[in-house]
């Protein structure tokens, strides 16, 4: 059976005791290629199932729930499916099974955590801030997994009372921080008047960029592996 799933954490959980017997269950989000015979299935969210399965796995692995909002959060295209084979793992075990290396399950769902935190982690050095004429900063990204709101405890520390915008593009959202309280919201494209200092702090990233960098020892290779091109767009001291 094929489940079709809206990548929500409810909807994995309700799915998870639905297909928890279907040895041949594969969940995604979006119906491909079928097979003859073949009949996808479209789960919808049972929040007393869910809670359910969600106190039934935490007593078995205490951690369990932060691995399922890292899988849900990768930008691997395989994540649900990927997510079910680590969580029936834990449960045929009946405990955390993180250290089982050797395990397909566990090796899969351990790679795609590392690269989200991995992401997130990088991301708080690569992310750059424009100022709004309101004084307020906006910040585009497209990052490969869905980590906005992971970065937003380092800048609401980082800025204190200084309101700020993190765009994820790609995924058309948004993660706010007002200056007192940080939410998320649906965000299909910005329009944003910048200050008037703006073309100011640009040309300081453009010239502090230019002043360590020495052109007689580039190291293009070695940049892109520290600093990704993917990242680079968003950048005003790379654009040139």
Not at 10 to 15: D, P, Q, R
Not at 43 to 72: G, I, N, S, W
Request: charged fraction near 30%; aromatic fraction near 10%; charge should be positive.
């Amino acid at each position: 059976m094929i489940y079709l799933l809206d990548g929500k954490k409810e909807t994995f959980l309700t799915a998870f005791l639905l297909a928890y017997r279907d040895e041949e269950a594969l969940f995604a989000e979006k119906v491909f290629q079928l097979a003859l015979g073949q009949r996808p299935v479209r789960v919808q969210a049972d929040p007393a199932r869910a809670k359910r399965a969600e106190q039934r796995l935490l007593q078995l692995d205490a951690r369990c729930m932060r691995d399922l909002d890292l899988l849900l959060r990768s930008g691997e295209t395989r994540r649900l499916q990927i997510a079910l084979a680590y969580f029936r793992l834990i449960a045929a075990r009946k405990g955390p099974v993180r250290g089982m290396a050797a395990e397909d399950a566990v090796a899969e769902a351990c790679d795609c955590m590392r690269r989200v935190t991995l992401e997130a982690h990088r991301l708080k050095g690569f992310v750059r801030f424009s100022e709004s004429a309101s004084g307020a900063l906006y910040a585009p990204l497209a990052p490969d997994n869905d980590v906005c709101d992971l970065l937003m405890p380092h800048f609401c520390l980082r800025l204190g009372k200084i309101p700020f915008v993190l765009h994820d593009v790609a995924r058309q959202k948004a993660a706010v921080w007002d200056g007192h309280s940080r939410f998320s919201a649906p965000l299909e494209r910005a329009t944003v008047l910048l200050s008037a200092d703006e073309d100011g702090w640009q040309a300081l990233w453009k010239r502090y960029y230019r002043s360590v960098n020495i052109p007689s020892r580039e190291r293009i290779r070695q940049m892109k592996q520290y600093l990704p091109v993917r990242y680079w767009k968003f950048m005003p001291e790379m654009r040139d």
